[in-house]
């Protein structure tokens, strides 16, 4: 298919200094955020988000439409969830509430304030629902390249946590949506989306926001059948989920007994 002017004109602003974006220009990467080629979708607009959130070519205008076009038109949670192509625009959604939550978190950015509470509160509650609604959980797929969307789910829950302005009182449901994606997958992991939901916990531990104690009873709660090959596969990835855990805290903070007791009930057996 032959480049758009517009599509080159992008390209030309990747890697590059003090660029900035027409309204034109705006549009067509929201429009683009899920396009089927990985070349665009991922390389292209995916990049020039992050470039241009991080270096602040877009101004707070844009920023601010930026949020209200993600939180109107729902995006993390648009289209069929079983749909392989509509996950597209879904997990690379995902990771434009990322750049956004921490542009607007960010203590040397210029977009803080700009999103308003209802934005906050529409993203730190998708973040903690589409993980619990997301039914594709292909890593990586021959026609469209990177899918990822539990890796990326994985991301955006963990920037809401993180966020300063996250409700303490959602913790219950950060569990409960990290809890469902083990008890609803339909395969085992194979693209390491286990290691990128742990760092939900990392975050959250290392913080401070998520005691030991919750932890412990949290994983005291856990239990997987055995009757199916899916039941294994299920419980193999929470338990390289847990180790990840613990390898990304052991150095940060002294783990409490208890906490400690609790993962190794799981992973004593890891290595077998």
Do not use: C
Not at 62 to 86: C, P, R, V, W
Not at 216 to 235: H, I, N
Request: aromatic content about 14%; glycine content about 6%.
């Amino acid at each position: 298919m032959e480049k758009s002017k517009l599509q080159a004109s992008l390209e030309q602003k990747l890697g590059k200094e003090n660029q900035s974006f027409t309204q034109v220009e705006l549009d067509w990467l929201l429009e683009n955020i899920g396009h089927p080629n990985p070349d665009i979708r991922d390389r292209l607009v995916y990049l020039l988000f992050v470039q241009g959130l991080q270096n602040q070519w877009f101004t707070k205008e844009q920023f601010a439409y930026l949020a209200e076009f993600s939180h109107k038109n729902d995006l993390i949670l648009s289209g069929s969830m079983t749909s392989l192509k509509d996950a597209l625009t879904r997990t690379f959604a995902a990771l434009l509430n990322v750049v956004l939550l921490y542009g607007d978190s960010g203590e040397d950015f210029s977009y803080q304030g700009i999103m308003t509470n209802d934005q906050k509160d529409y993203f730190f509650q998708a973040a903690i629902q589409y993980l619990k609604k997301e039914e594709v959980f292909t890593g990586y797929s021959q026609e469209f390249g990177w899918v990822h969307g539990f890796a990326h789910g994985a991301d955006f829950l963990q920037t809401s946590l993180a966020h300063r302005d996250f409700p303490i009182e959602r913790i219950p449901d950060v569990f409960e949506s990290l809890r469902q994606v083990f008890y609803r997958m339909p395969q085992a992991f194979v693209a390491r989306e286990e290691r990128r939901l742990a760092k939900v916990l990392i975050t959250g531990l290392t913080s401070g926001k998520i005691s030991q104690q919750e932890v412990a009873d949290w994983l005291m709660t856990f239990s997987f059948q055995t009757k199916e090959l899916v039941d294994f596969d299920r419980q193999a990835a929470f338990e390289v989920f847990l180790a990840a855990v613990y390898f990304g805290v052991f150095e940060e903070i002294s783990l409490e007994p208890q906490l400690k007791e609790e993962m190794f009930k799981w992973l004593r057996n890891f290595s077998n």
